[in-house]
């Protein structure tokens, strides 16, 4: 496929996957989705220590982010941030394919992008 990434990097983002797979020793941070919550799912992450078979990597502004098989079409579009407030700091994610999202915030509804669609997309 050629075209845009599949998922992009705020520099705020980009800036702290990096800190954090230097400190852990990592090769990236895995980046999926899981069922749960009250609007049906939400976002994972973790580090990674290596790529496991299936999962996309993707590198923006010099940081590497493996996806998840089954999270590729969910993720499709969206854009990673890293926000700091009074009360926390935490990844989030602008997606496109988002449908609602609960009230706390923890959970959402997402729709997988269609095959059609796919070819805009660089895997």
Not at 1 to 19: I, S
Not at 70 to 87: N, P, R, S, Y
Not at 101 to 122: D, K, N, R
């Amino acid at each position: 496929m050629a075209g845009r990434p599949v998922m992009e990097l705020t520099d705020a983002a980009a800036a702290r996957v990096k800190a954090l797979v230097d400190k852990a020793g990592g090769i990236a941070l895995r980046v999926g989705v899981k069922n749960g919550g009250c609007a049906g799912m939400s976002y994972t992450v973790e580090m990674a220590q290596e790529q496991n078979p299936g999962e996309l990597l993707v590198e923006d502004k010099g940081a590497k982010v493996l996806i998840d098989p089954k999270a590729v079409l969910f993720l499709i579009g969206a854009q990673m941030d890293f926000e700091t407030t009074k009360m926390s700091s935490t990844f989030t994610f602008k997606n496109p394919n988002e449908t609602s999202s609960c009230g706390c915030g923890e959970s959402v509804a997402i729709t997988p992008v269609s095959e059609e669609a796919l070819g805009q997309f660089a895997g």
